[in-house]
């Protein structure tokens, strides 16, 4: 649904949702309800600005009645937010197509508490265009190559790609060694390598994590091999694997590792959730995704685009 008011500062307009019907008079009164954490004069105040619009970019003032629109769109107060200290680096950009190698603990996408602190914003600003938008994702965690829509006319062709799993990735990733690792009969959990690993990945409202349906069809899987193992920089031992999805569920590399008892070094979500902490620097998830290829949608011509970064536990 396209919104009615403009990127600004990098950053696009929230849509709220609005019932059509409910305990609430008017949809500034459902909206204070909805935000109950925050100032209800404020938002009055915000409804009188006309900082508050419906589909037609029209404001909705405060004694608009409820069921009038079904949507309203407004520009999120931006939070002071602390820089991450790392850059995305462009690996291409022409008129259709912004690629870039994406840091650790950078979000892809505004979201939480990182809205100016994305590697959408910052594109957004850095090449001065608001038309910008992710054709896929990568976790906040996860390093690597990520592709962006420079123009909406053509966006759909590349999305189209991923949806139609037209385009091949390849990621690494590096794990403690399991205990009982044998290099003459490489094996992970009871599966010898390489390995074409399933299962059924779901994602529930309000969880954080996704978790594993054994009773239900597959629905998702990857590829697996080792290509190396030895002692990391940080003097552990550790088993360093090639990655090749081939559906793209939630946390799917990282759920697949932890469940073959190969959980990925830095994982503070798989096998277990660890407590919030603040983060590490110095300790990334050592999951990285090292290239797509795919044959251009406009033009035919055969496409590759490759990370410049590796892994900092991966074997010496």
């Given at each position: 649904?396209p919104?009615?008011?403009?990127?600004?500062?990098g950053?696009?307009?929230?849509?709220?949702q609005?019932?059509?019907?409910?305990?609430?008079?008017?949809?500034?009164e459902?909206?204070?309800t909805r935000?109950?954490?925050?100032?209800?004069?404020?938002?009055?105040?915000?409804?009188?600005?006309?900082?508050?619009v419906?589909?037609?970019g029209?404001?909705?003032?405060?004694?608009t009645?409820?069921?009038?629109?079904?949507?309203?769109?407004?520009?999120?107060?931006?939070?002071a937010?602390?820089?991450i200290p790392?850059?995305e680096?462009?690996?291409?950009?022409d008129?259709n197509?912004?690629v870039i190698?994406?840091?650790?603990?950078?979000?892809t996408?505004?979201?939480g508490r990182?809205?100016?602190e994305?590697?959408?914003?910052?594109?957004?600003l850095r090449?001065?265009?608001?038309?910008?938008?992710?054709?896929h994702r990568?976790d906040?965690?996860?390093?690597?190559?990520?592709?962006?829509?420079?123009?909406?006319?053509?966006r759909?062709a590349y999305?189209s790609?991923?949806?139609?799993?037209?385009v091949?990735k390849v990621?690494?990733?590096?794990?403690?060694?399991p205990?009982w690792?044998?290099?003459?009969?490489?094996?992970?959990?009871?599966?010898?390598l390489?390995?074409?690993?399933r299962?059924?990945i779901a994602v529930?409202r309000?969880?954080?994590r996704?978790v594993?349906d054994?009773?239900?069809?597959?629905?998702?899987e990857?590829l697996?091999?080792?290509?190396?193992?030895?002692?990391?920089?940080?003097?552990?031992?550790?088993?360093?694997?090639?990655?090749r999805p081939r559906?793209?569920?939630?946390?799917?590399?990282r759920?697949?590792?932890?469940?073959?008892?190969a959980?990925?070094l830095?994982d503070?979500?798989?096998?277990?959730?660890?407590?919030?902490?603040p983060?590490?620097?110095?300790?990334p998830l050592?999951?990285?995704a090292r290239?797509v290829?795919?044959?251009?949608?406009l033009?035919?011509?055969?496409r590759?685009?490759v990370?410049?970064?590796?892994?900092?536990?991966?074997?010496?």
């Amino acid at each position: 649904m396209p919104s009615p008011l403009p990127v600004r500062d990098g950053v696009g307009p929230t849509r709220l949702q609005v019932p059509t019907s409910g305990p609430w008079e008017t949809i500034a009164e459902y909206t204070v309800t909805r935000f109950g954490h925050l100032d209800p004069d404020e938002l009055y105040r915000r409804f009188d600005a006309g900082a508050i619009v419906g589909r037609d970019g029209h404001p909705i003032g405060r004694h608009t009645a409820l069921g009038v629109h079904p949507f309203v769109w407004y520009y999120r107060d931006l939070p002071a937010e602390e820089p991450i200290p790392f850059h995305e680096e462009i690996l291409h950009t022409d008129d259709n197509l912004v690629v870039i190698d994406k840091p650790h603990f950078l979000p892809t996408t505004p979201g939480g508490r990182y809205l100016r602190e994305s590697a959408l914003v910052r594109l957004r600003l850095r090449l001065d265009n608001p038309n910008l938008t992710p054709i896929h994702r990568l976790d906040r965690a996860t390093a690597g190559v990520v592709m962006f829509s420079a123009r909406p006319d053509t966006r759909g062709a590349y999305q189209s790609m991923f949806e139609k799993r037209q385009v091949t990735k390849v990621y690494e990733a590096v794990s403690t060694q399991p205990t009982w690792w044998d290099a003459d009969a490489p094996a992970l959990g009871e599966h010898t390598l390489p390995v074409l690993y399933r299962n059924h990945i779901a994602v529930h409202r309000g969880e954080l994590r996704a978790v594993v349906d054994d009773v239900r069809e597959p629905n998702a899987e990857t590829l697996i091999d080792v290509c190396g193992t030895g002692m990391s920089n940080s003097g552990r031992a550790v088993l360093h694997t090639i990655l090749r999805p081939r559906t793209g569920r939630m946390h799917q590399l990282r759920v697949h590792l932890a469940a073959l008892g190969a959980g990925i070094l830095g994982d503070r979500w798989y096998p277990e959730l660890l407590p919030e902490a603040p983060d590490d620097y110095s300790q990334p998830l050592q999951l990285l995704a090292r290239e797509v290829e795919f044959t251009d949608p406009l033009t035919g011509a055969p496409r590759r685009f490759v990370t410049r970064r590796t892994l900092s536990e991966a074997p010496r």
